[in-house]
């Protein structure tokens, strides 16, 4: 019998990014991880992350939604926190937009409310934290931790703080108890027992005020000192909102550099992205309005005024549409989410060589494959999925191979091993078609998260290519 030439166009295998993309894109994606390097260490809280986008779509001539009529370029701020983008297309807002969707809070730790004591034993002056996410604790100890945030003090002016970013900054540390004595402290104990939130007291400071009679005298010192700096008094602490985040930079990872070592890529590299591909489609004049939207608090489950569930988002759109001169009725704002497509753009979980056993290779990322699509996220049976149908993601499919984006299909984890969620469902649940993809990071929630730099520069062509779509 003959031997049959197998017909390679029967079978589907994901392609790697070093050995098949053209040596412009290979060169480009390098290019692309010095200006996302940057954004990841300007911005690493939501606050920060608001400020920098506004800061680039000044450069780009964007104005606010509300002021300048007549503008094809708007964007909209809600508290501080979340913020939405658009760039108007030639068709009316109600027959449905395109919308990238990521989140720009991070997991941290941040100071409580009444944070400074004087520790009695070890005599110095510690602050209480509480974390913020789905945090590992162990990771936080023993570590250099940056403080950001803002002090909103009793006359109503804002500081803002930031220490230990800055070569010749002080830093701060949760100290990890020595291996010495923590046989029964900690090493008989399960990696999430071992270190509890009591023990994640910060060290703030160790000098005393030197005057014999003043009580507090660690505690004053400190205050004298953040007095003198930011001119804010302890019980200013009360309302502020201040968060400890891994110091120092984002970093090349990797012998070949190919790599991005930092802290917050979940889900800045989504939102640096989306920021990105929007900016790069400006002289595209597409027929749909392009939306990039970064959402606040999707790590405690997007509630609040800030978080996906807020009204915001539908009122950045009603707002377009009345700025647009289209009629916006919640009829109509309805009709255009339901007649919009999105992609919701976080982060997915790529395969770890130290723990291959939690995924189901053929259905999980891998690195320098390209963006990852999850066409559902969830737990268990599928449990409080948001679930892209088979039109829509067949359908973002054609969008990326038509623009030569290099793409990967990938779920969380092997069924019953875990699961997770985004706010894709949120967005769903307002009748848009919504499908999650973005870059596959390892080490995902931790303190300095690995991604490629291969998947980062696929996810921003894919956000490029998705937002000019039909
Ligand atoms: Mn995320
Ligand atoms: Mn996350």
């Known amino acids: 019998m003959e031997k049959k030439e197998q017909d390679s166009s029967l079978t589907y295998e994901r392609k790697n990014f070093w050995k098949e993309a053209p040596k412009a894109d290979q060169e480009a994606a390098m290019d692309y991880a010095t200006g996302y390097k940057n954004f990841l260490n300007e911005a690493k809280t939501e606050r920060e992350s608001v400020k920098w986008i506004v800061n680039e779509l000044k450069k780009h001539k964007f104005v606010e939604l509300g002021g300048e009529k007549g503008s094809k370029k708007v964007y909209g701020i809600f508290r501080g926190k979340t913020m939405a983008i658009a760039v108007l297309g030639s068709e009316p807002i109600v027959n449905g937009f395109n919308m990238v969707a990521s989140h720009i809070d991070t997991p941290r730790v941040d100071l409580k409310q009444n944070p400074l004591f004087e520790d009695g034993p070890s005599q110095m002056l510690c602050a209480q934290t509480h974390y913020y996410g789905g945090i590992k604790k162990y990771q936080w100890v023993s570590t250099p931790l940056a403080l950001h945030g803002v002090v909103i003090k009793a006359d109503g002016s804002t500081v803002e703080i930031n220490i230990g970013e800055k070569e010749d900054d002080p830093v701060f540390v949760i100290p990890d108890l020595l291996p010495h004595l923590a046989r029964k402290q900690q090493m008989g104990k399960t990696i999430g027992e071992a270190i509890s939130a009591s023990h994640m007291k910060l060290i703030f400071s160790g000098k005393v005020e030197p005057e014999a009679e003043v009580k507090q005298a660690a505690k004053v010192y400190a205050l004298e000192i953040l007095n ?243």
């Open 228 to 470: 003198e700096l930011y001119g804010i008094k302890e019980a200013d602490f009360l309302s502020a909102e201040l968060y400890l985040v891994p110091a120092g930079k984002a970093r090349d990872a990797g012998i070949d550099r190919s790599m991005v070592l930092a802290y917050g890529q979940d889900d800045r590299s989504c939102a640096y992205t989306s920021l990105t591909a929007l900016l790069a489609n400006l002289d595209a004049k597409p027929k749909r309005t392009m939306i990039a939207y970064f959402s606040d608090k999707e790590e405690v489950g997007s509630q609040g005024a800030t978080g996906a569930h807020s009204v915001f988002i539908q009122d950045f759109v009603s707002d377009l549409m009345e700025h647009n001169g289209e009629c916006n009725s919640s009829a109509n704002l309805r009709k255009a989410f339901i007649n919009s497509q999105i992609l919701s753009a976080d982060v997915a979980a790529a395969i770890n060589p130290n723990y291959p056993g939690v995924h189901e290779k053929q259905n999980a990322v891998i690195f320098n494959h390209g963006i990852g699509i999850s066409k559902f996220t969830g737990a268990g049976g599928k449990s409080s999925c948001n679930d892209a149908d088979a039109e829509f993601t067949a359908k973002v499919i054609k969008i990326f191979n038509e623009a030569d984006v290099l793409w990967q299909m990938g779920s969380l984890g092997k069924v019953d091993e875990g699961g997770g969620g985004t706010i894709a469902y949120i967005l769903a649940n307002l009748g848009a078609k919504v499908i999650d993809c973005g870059v596959g990071l390892m080490g995902m929630h931790s303190l300095y998260e690995l991604s490629s730099k291969a998947d980062v520069y696929s996810t921003f062509k894919a956000y490029k290519a998705f937002l000019t779509s039909d």
